[in-house]
């Protein structure tokens, strides 16, 4: 079998049904063939491997895949395809000041992102389609060649939308301002059904959760899910813990708390997300993986430690993204055991790396104010 | 939110306000500025010794280095070259030409130190004891490593019928939030002069603190170091692998944390060896270097990025441990200062000539390690560098020797009022 007929029937299958010994047992030389493919075809990513991969023909496992830093893809525009093939590059949502990722996006990427999220979703929420409430404003999935992670993971869901209505417009400010009529209209016609709601969680919280609440509206969508992915770290410092964001979104939407699953996903790894079990862990599909590795030494973390998140997925074809280093702290909590009966490694997200040791007066660009050109 | 007291016995509760131990440090100022300066300075040297015999403290990062400073004669030869070359103006009026000088405490001083270098409390506050001031410092960690134990062995030390115990009755170290105003309005409003060590965001924060209009400010704020490594020297019969390892020392101490230590180093083009080979020169010395401490997850992610960064870019290369983050080099010939990544990571960077690095100088640069064959190429440079704002042209290896000056400032000289009399 072929490299793409193995990507494929791993997509198409049961996403967590093989126990971890045997999926690395598949996954380990498919991911390390991948990368061989795609360092042919992106020369940068060959001089990456050559320079810190060590020597790629020897390559066993998954662990000997040096990662690729997500912040790579903020700084150089990585494709191993040709300007004509790239269907559209996605875009993460960059803060003020700070160069955003560019992912380029082919047709088989495309492709595999969105079958792939389908995939996953099915077995989270079950494979009907249903009436899509997105938190967000339309102009987030606009047609063109640029498109955010929040805007690809709508497109996403949308195959699973029966019909999608955006509860969210953007005001004079350019902020995000609730549509409450398009809300109040959507539970009008829904609210016995089973619905879907997405959004980036911050938004949800900021603009529908407090707003809502500043307004004394409470919603009956008692067969909604509430499908959010990150901003954890604004919440965080708002003091907002995963738990009161559950009870308070729940409260206002009028569904159940197990109802609110948080997802967790990048742009650098578009279709490869990691939603909450019933048991709030996060589990690999069968085409990624997840690897933790602990600060300094890289080696594997072991269960009940904290680690670097890495994440592994054969999805892309157009840009290195077969194993892809975090900024993210995540915590292995096991292996083929979880309660939800899903097998593989299972972990939770912890938090955005940040800086804790102390600088001091050593200045990191020795140019005061003025930023060096570098990361 | 409260204060902790690091004592010797380690950190204790101190109450919600800093008045109470400022009372009690006023209350010592009198008797503090009676004792003679070289009982003072005896006394340090029965601490410096002690720190290296002493199990709690002789394991500590850079004690070797603190104690021979503490030594009586170089802490003398210290304050002469502060104090107009005499000492004795620390005891009372000496005669300088038609009029007497001496040296007063400024009173209560005010520090605010980082947590980059542990033994860094000590070097901040024996000068300003020295000085004889009583002294409020502020450190950066409710933990600072191995500060109770280097008080504990101060505490213990005697000379000439003074203790270490009177002298830290002197003395307050605290911990305190640094978010909390209130805390450090206190301490600011009551000091006569204050010295800051720290980073931007801290440097700007306590500046911007109320203040007594007499106040002093002495600011040793961020800092960035370099290397600079000649052709002449590159080519020279003495072994660049010598110079290296000089280097690399510097880079090694305290994790390369400190402002003295090199971040970017730049090598002047040269028929002899080229980047490629000084880079692999560089990670051979890093690699015999003893393994890191426990690396945390920032650190980790800078160093990873840091190297793919320069493994993608077609212009630079990068040689790497392949034991985790340890340490690595990453060459290039765009001539700037790298941001620092620290914890052995250095940047080393082609030129063609030294004078394109001095467009990159400013007073933000505090340490150029210089490496040079030539004696008359050497003071060139360090006129040049010094004229641009450097502080320190000194021979790698030395870079994070603390030293006066440092910053370009003679600190006890800033921490004394120096008073005439014209009978």
């Known amino acids: 079998m072929s490299a793409e007929q193995q990507v494929e029937e791993l997509i198409r299958g049961p996403q967590y049904a093989r126990a971890q010994t045997d999926k690395e047992a598949l996954l380990a030389p498919l991911l390390c063939g991948l990368c061989r493919d795609v360092a042919l075809r992106c020369p940068p990513y060959a001089r990456f491997l050559e320079r810190l991969g060590r020597d790629a023909a020897s390559w066993r496992t998954m662990l000997d895949i040096p990662p690729l830093p997500a912040a790579m893809f903020k700084r150089f525009l990585l494709s191993a ?78 195959n699973f939308a029966a019909e999608t209505v955006f509860a969210m417009q953007p005001s004079a400010s350019g902020d995000l ?11 009008a016609r829904h609210a016995q059904r089973p619905v879907l709601v997405f959004g980036f969680t911050f938004v949800v919280w900021t603009r529908l959760v407090v707003e809502a609440q500043r307004r004394g509206l409470r919603f009956a969508l008692p067969g909604a899910i509430l499908l959010h992915s990150g901003g954890w770290k604004r919440l965080t410092a708002e003091a907002v813990s ?131 050109a570098h990361l | ?26 209350g010592q100022r009198a008797s503090l500025a009676q004792v003679p300066i070289n009982r003072l300075l005896a006394l340090c040297d029965d601490f410096s010794r002690r720190l290296l015999r002493d199990d709690r403290t002789r394991g500590l990062e850079g004690i070797a280095f603190l104690s021979a400073w503490l030594g009586s004669r170089n802490l003398q030869q210290f304050l002469e070259f502060n104090l ?87 003395t307050a170290v605290v911990w305190f939030d640094y978010h909390d105003r209130r805390l450090n309005e206190e301490m600011s409003l009551a000091a006569d002069a204050k010295v800051i060590w720290g980073g931007e965001a801290a440097v ?99 160093i990873l990025n840091a190297r793919a960064q320069w493994a993608l ?10 034991d985790g983050a340890n340490w690595t080099v990453c060459m290039d010939r765009q001539v700037s200062l790298k941001e620092a990544v620290q914890s052995r990571t250095v940047f080393l960077t082609e030129v063609q000539s030294w004078q394109e690095v001095i467009g990159l100088l400013s007073p933000r640069v505090q340490t150029v390690g210089m490496a040079f064959a030539d004696p008359a190429e050497a003071i060139a440079f360090a006129e040049a560098a010094t004229g641009a704002g450097v502080a320190r042209c000194v021979r790698p290896g030395l870079m994070n020797n603390y030293e006066s000056p440092w910053d370009g400032k003679l600190l006890v000289s800033q921490l004394v009022r120096w008073v005439t009399l014209k009978p």
């Open chain 1, 81 to 158: 395809v040709p300007p004509e093939q790239v269907v559209r590059q996605l875009q993460s949502s960059a803060t003020t000041g700070q160069q955003p990722s560019r992912i380029v996006v082919d047709k088989t990427t495309a492709f595999r992102q969105s079958r792939a999220l389908v995939s996953i979703l099915k077995e989270h929420i079950g494979p009907q389609r249903r009436p899509l409430l997105v938190l967000d404003a339309p102009q987030s999935v606009a047609e063109g060649e640029s498109l955010t992670a929040r805007g690809a993971a709508v497109r996403g869901l949308q």
């Open chain 1, 177 to 187: 301002e609730p549509d409450w009529g398009q809300v109040q209209d959507f539970q």
């Open chain 1, 242 to 372: 995963k738990q009161e964001f559950t009870r308070q979104a729940a409260l206002v939407l009028g569904c159940r708390p197990e109802a609110i699953l948080d997802f967790y996903g990048m742009v650098e790894q578009v279709g490869t997300v990691f939603v909450d079990c019933e048991a709030g862990n996060k589990h690999a599909p069968a085409f990624a993986d997840v690897l933790l590795r602990r600060p300094g030494s890289l080696e594997p973390a072991q269960i009940g430690e904290s680690g670097l998140i890495e994440v592994l997925s054969a999805l892309p074809t157009s840009f290195p993204g077969q194993a892809i280093l975090t900024e993210d702290e995540g915590l292995l909590v096991g292996v083929d055991d979880c309660l939800c009966g899903r097998k593989g490694r299972y972990f939770r997200f912890l938090r955005r790396v940040e800086q804790t040791e102390p600088r001091g007066c050593g200045d990191t660009f020795g140019q005061g104010n003025k930023r060096e």
């Open chain 2, 1 to 26: 939110m409260s204060v902790l007291r690091i004592t010797p016995n380690g950190s204790q509760q101190a109450g919600e306000s800093l008045q109470p131990l400022l009372a009690a440090l006023r």
């Open chain 2, 84 to 170: 107009n070359g005499d000492l004795r103006y620390l005891d009372g009026f000496v005669l300088c030409g038609n009029r007497y000088l001496a040296a007063r405490p400024q009173g209560l001083v005010a520090m605010w130190l980082p947590g980059n270098v542990p033994t860094l409390p000590i070097f901040a506050l024996v000068p300003t004891l020295l000085a004889k001031n009583v002294c409020l410092v502020k450190v950066a960690s409710a933990d600072a490593p191995g500060l109770d134990r280097l008080l504990a062995v101060l505490e213990e030390s005697e000379a000439g019928g003074l203790c270490g115990r009177d002298l830290l009755a002197t």
């Open chain 2, 204 to 302: 700007r924060a306590i500046i911007a603190l109320p203040r007594q209009e007499h106040c002093v400010e002495i600011v040793f704020g961020p800092k960035y170091s370099i290397g600079v490594i000649s052709r002449g020297r590159a080519q020279a019969a003495e072994g660049l692998d010598i110079l290296i390892a000089d280097f690399v020392r510097d880079v090694a101490a305290f994790e390369q944390r400190t402002c003295s230590s090199p971040q970017t180093i730049f090598l002047e083009r040269n028929q002899r060896y080229p980047l490629q080979q000084v880079g692999q020169m560089f990670a051979q010395c890093l690699a015999r270097l003893p393994q890191k401490l426990a690396l945390d997850a920032y650190t980790t992610v800078q």
């Open chain 2, 313 to 322: 870019d077609d212009s630079r290369e990068v040689i790497a441990s392949t």
